[in-house]
């Protein structure tokens, strides 16, 4: 079909020009509905037509065809990402190679355009981070979000979206008065006062729990002093592995708005005093 002369390697994207072949004609509508779906932020009907490529092409190198890729081709330029193993979507308990199939919409009766994720799937690759992160430093974290990263990026479009609208409301839901008041575990001011969290920490506390897995999750809404010691955890990082992901997999950064606004104070019902958000200190 053609040729690609690499010139750029943008990690982990490789990007240069595209020699078309005679067979090209027959895919060139392929590649631009792609780019055009892409531009409307049609996930679905992306995966849907890249499925037709993927299923036609190969993309081959000095070393043999990759096992997996994920190619672009528009006005004479190219830009593909390869794997020398094939994408994995899960695997059942009897080994079985599985996809996540549900049709429950994300945020039920209310946007039934929005991507599709369930809580369980969710909480599945939540299960990634491997746990609690240590106190203060999340040790180990920055290398549990990019193994998480890694693993949404061979999911669909769609499902990667799906996990950051469920990392929103997940985030949402944990901005309560009763959690954001209380101060950082094992800090006092000055005087021998508690050390209170400002909007950022507690957004980055919030996230710790995330990280911590749905067990975790569950249990501080029963009994909020659970959420103490989440205090002196920060995972700021959760919040950014589907945006990389999504940039990894569409060669675009990712911009939209999830319907949940996660930062500290929006969920008015977690704070019913309208002059909440000035509870909090801009800074520590």
Known sequence: MGEIVVE?????????????GSAFATFKPLFART??????????????????????????SPSGPAAEFLLHIQDGRS???????????????????VVNDSRI????????GLPIMTWERFWQLVEVLGGEAAIETCQGFEEACTR???????EPVGQIIGFGERLAEALYRLDQEQFGTLPIFGRVLA??????????????????????????????????ERFAPFTARQCELLLYVHEEAFEQVTGTEWDRLTRYDYESCSNKDGWPEAAARDRFPRRL
């Open 191 to 224: 005087d021998g006062s508690p050390f209170p969290q400002s909007d950022d920490h507690f957004l980055y506390t919030r996230a710790a729990v995330v990280a911590a897995g749905r067990d975790v999750y569950e249990g501080v809404f029963y009994d909020p």
């Open 35 to 60: 780019r055009a779906l892409a531009d409307a932020e049609d996930w679905e009907g992306f995966d849907n037509v890249y499925e037709e490529i993927g299923k036609t092409l190969s993309l081959v």
């Open 105 to 112: 919409p994300l945020n039920n009766g209310v946007d039934p």
């Open 79 to 97: 830009w593909f990402r390869w794997s020398d193993e094939p994408f994995d979507e899960g695997d059942d308990e009897d080994g079985d190679h």
């Open 148 to 154: 998480l990263t890694e693993t949404l990026a061979r």
């Open 8 to 20: 750029e390697t943008d990690f982990p994207w490789l990007r240069g020009r595209f020699i078309a």
